[in-house]
C-alpha cells in the first residue's frame, strides 16, 4: 500500500509538488474566442468516452491522496457540462480539496450561480476579455457580453467572494482596455489577472508581435497610475501580484515572456480522462483505460505518483528558448487529436 500524506504531496524531479489539478469537465464551448478556438466547428470527445461524476470523484480522490489539495473546474466551458453542481457536491466532500475553484466565460453563470455557491464551490473566475459589447462580439463570435456581465453580478450575489477577472491581452485587440479593466475590477470588487496571449494548441493565430509582454503592461498602467509595487508573496499561483498606488491588487500571468515552470504545480485532467503535466505536453496519460478495466485504487495510485515522480518538462521555458517561435500545433495537427487543443485541456 503507497502511503501518502496530502501535507507532503510527492514531488517531481525538479521538485515541484503534485498540488493542483484542473479538471477539464467538457471539451464544449459556447464561444468561439479567436485566440482559443478560432475554427466554427471541432471534432469533439466522443461521449462515450466522458468521465462519470463518480469516475472523477474517485480519480480526484487518488490524487488527493497524493497530494492534490486545490481543484479548479474548467473546460470547454466548464458550465456546458449537465448537472454540474450535483459534480461540485461530490468534490467539496473530499475531505483534503481545500480549494475548489471554477474558470468560466460567465455565459451561463447567471443561472448557475446560487446552485454553485450552493453545492459548496469556494471561487470563481471568470474570463472577461473586454468590457466593450462590440469588440466581444468579434473576439467570441457570440451576441453574450450582456450575459457575462449578469453572470458576473450573480457570483457576487450568490455570495462567493475572492471573484477574479482574467483577460487575455493581444495586441491590435484589448490592449487599450487594461486601466478600463482595473477600473472595472475596482467597481465590482474583483482582482482584475492580465493573462499574456500564449502559443497553445488551439491558437492558429497567434504570432509574438501580439503578445502584449508583462514588461509593456506594467508600463501602460504605470503611465496611468503612478508607481507600482509588485506584491512579495511565496506561491506557486500562475500570476504575480502587484498594487496600485491606492492599493488596488491585480495580477499578470506572464507564461510566454516570463514562464514559471520552475514553481509549477498544475497538472490538467481532461474530460475523457488524459492527464496532462504540462499545457504544452504533446502527450498524456490515459487514466481512463485502467480505471474503466478495473484498475485498483493502488494500481492507479502507483501510475499517478510513478509519472508525477519522473516529470521534468519545462513546456513553457523550452517555448521561450526557441530562436524562432511561431504556433505551437498547426491546425491539420489539431485535428488529428483534439487532446492537443486548450479547450480540451482546459486553461
Ligand atoms: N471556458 C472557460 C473560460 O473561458 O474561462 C474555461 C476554459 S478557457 C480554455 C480557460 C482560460 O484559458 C481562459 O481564461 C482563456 O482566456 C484562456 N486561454 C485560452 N486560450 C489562450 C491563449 N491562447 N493564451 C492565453 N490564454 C488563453
Request: net charge negative; with cysteine; glycine share 8%.
Amino acid at each position: 500500500m503507497l502511503e501518502t500524506s496530502a501535507l507532503t504531496p510527492m514531488t517531481d524531479t525538479l521538485g515541484r509538488p503534485l498540488r493542483n489539478l484542473r479538471l477539464s469537465v467538457t471539451d464544449r464551448c459556447n464561444l468561439r474566442c479567436q485566440y482559443c478556438m478560432p475554427e466554427e466547428d471541432y471534432l469533439w470527445l466522443p461521449r462515450e468516452d466522458l468521465l462519470s461524476f463518480e469516475e472523477i470523484r474517485e480519480l480526484v480522490a487518488i490524487f488527493s491522496d497524493l497530494g492534490v489539495d486545490k481543484i479548479r473546474l474548467t473546460g470547454g466551458e466548464p458550465l456546458l457540462r449537465k448537472d454540474l453542481p450535483t459534480l461540485v457536491s461530490m468534490l467539496a466532500d473530499c475531505p483534503r480539496i481545500r480549494d475548489l475553484a471554477m474558470t468560466t466565460n460567465g455565459v451561463l453563470l447567471a443561472e448557475h450561480a446560487q446552485a454553485l455557491y450552493e453545492a459548496g464551490l469556494h471561487r470563481v473566475t471568470v474570463s472577461l476579455d473586454t468590457l466593450q459589447p462590440e469588440r466581444f462580439k468579434r473576439l467570441t463570435r457570440r451576441d453574450s457580453h450582456a450575459k457575462v456581465l449578469h453572470g458576473i453580478a450573480a457570483v457576487r450575489h450568490a455570495g462567493f467572494v475572492g471573484l477574479k477577472l482574467d483577460t487575455v491581452i493581444i495586441r491590435g485587440t484589448n490592449e487599450d482596455e487594461l486601466v478600463d479593466l482595473i477600473e472595472y475590477g475596482k467597481h465590482i470588487g474583483a482582482e482584475v489577472r492580465f493573462i499574456e496571449y500564449m502559443d497553445v494548441g488551439g491558437a492558429t493565430q497567434w504570432s509574438i508581435d501580439k503578445v502584449v509582454s508583462r514588461a509593456e503592461i506594467l508600463e501602460r498602467l504605470e503611465d496611468r497610475y503612478g508607481q507600482i509595487t509588485p506584491v512579495r508573496e511565496v506561491s506557486a499561483a500562475p500570476a504575480e501580484r502587484f498594487h496600485l498606488p491606492d492599493g488596488t491588487l491585480f495580477g499578470i500571468i506572464a507564461s510566454t515572456t516570463t514562464p514559471f515552470c520552475q514553481s509549477c504545480d498544475r497538472s490538467r485532467l481532461t474530460a475523457d480522462g488524459m492527464w496532462y503535466l504540462c499545457l504544452y505536453a504533446q502527450r498524456g496519460i490515459d487514466l481512463r483505460t485502467p480505471l474503466r478495466a478495473g484498475a485498483s485504487r493502488d494500481e492507479l495510485k502507483a501510475l499517478i505518483a510513478s509519472t508525477w515522480q519522473q516529470r521534468r518538462d519545462r513546456g513553457a521555458e523550452e517555448r521561450k528558448e526557441l530562436g524562432y517561435r511561431g504556433v505551437l500545433i498547426r491546425l491539420e495537427g489539431l485535428k488529428d487529436d483534439p487532446h492537443l487543443e486548450m479547450h480540451t485541456r482546459g486553461g
